[in-house]
T-cell receptor
């Protein structure tokens, strides 16, 4: 079974631009969560999607948004990029997530650099 | 609020010694506590998890203990090996926040040969 994949792996953008990151979960997984990883803040939860619906949201500004498609693939979008958005963005998939917590499998991440 | 404190932030041990990492959480309703290992340049991987209906779980050289009364849980690695060098993250599932997984700040473990 193929693992979680994320595209692109590396991205360089300038302040004010917007960016879209993509995550393809493991086949059969319906829950996709997104995390921001920075050296100073560790792993910060962005949001979780399940069956095309946002099930949970972290404490990030509205510039961060996401969606999930019927095939469980997910995208996250960051608008009006700021220097502080430079980070590794990880997605993780699980079969159900939520209250029936099962193991999350992480993707390799997208390294976003904002200049 | 949703908070997971993890200590220490760095840990250096001699090969063969034990390593212990501790985490505390604030939501008494939390009932799922995973531990992830992240090697340099790689993705986090689940190494062990524990649910609140058990107090301890072991998997070879790795064990996790949970004290629900005190709201803390710990990772124990025995007979450490150089390949155990990595960053370890604990996490707790917050029922009050819609089952959101909140991560600790991470512990960088260095096993010296």
């Amino acid at each position: 079974k193929a693992g979680v994949t994320q595209t692109p792996r590396y991205l360089i953008k300038t302040r004010g631009q917007q960016v879209t990151l993509s995550c393809s979960p493991i086949s059969g997984h319906r829950s996709v969560s997104w995390y921001q990883q920075t050296p100073g803040q560790g792993l910060q939860f962005l949001f979780e999607y399940f069956s095309e619906t946002q099930r949970n949201k972290g404490n990030f500004p509205g510039r961060f948004s996401g969606r999930q498609f019927s095939n469980s693939r997910s995208e996250m979008n960051v608008s009006t990029l700021e220097l502080g958005d430079s980070a590794l963005y990880l997605c993780a998939s699980s079969v159900t997530g939520g209250p029936l917590r099962d193991e999350q499998y992480f993707g390799p991440g997208t390294r976003l650099t904002v200049t | 609020g949703e908070n997971v404190e993890q200590h220490p932030s760095t840990l250096s041990v001699q090969e063969g010694d034990s390593a212990v990492i501790k985490c505390t959480y604030s939501d008494s309703a939390s009932n799922y506590f995973p531990w992830y290992k992240q090697e340099l340049g790689k993705r986090p991987q689940l190494i062990i998890d524990i649910r609140s209906n058990v107090g301890e779980k072991k998997d070879q050289r790795i064990a996790v203990t949970l004290n629900k009364t005190a709201k803390h849980f710990s990772l124990h690695i025995t007979e450490t090996q150089p390949e155990d060098s990595a960053v370890y993250f604990c996490a707790a599932e917050y029922k009050a926040a819609g089952n959101k997984l909140t991560f600790g700040g991470g512990t960088r473990v260095l096993v010296k040969p």
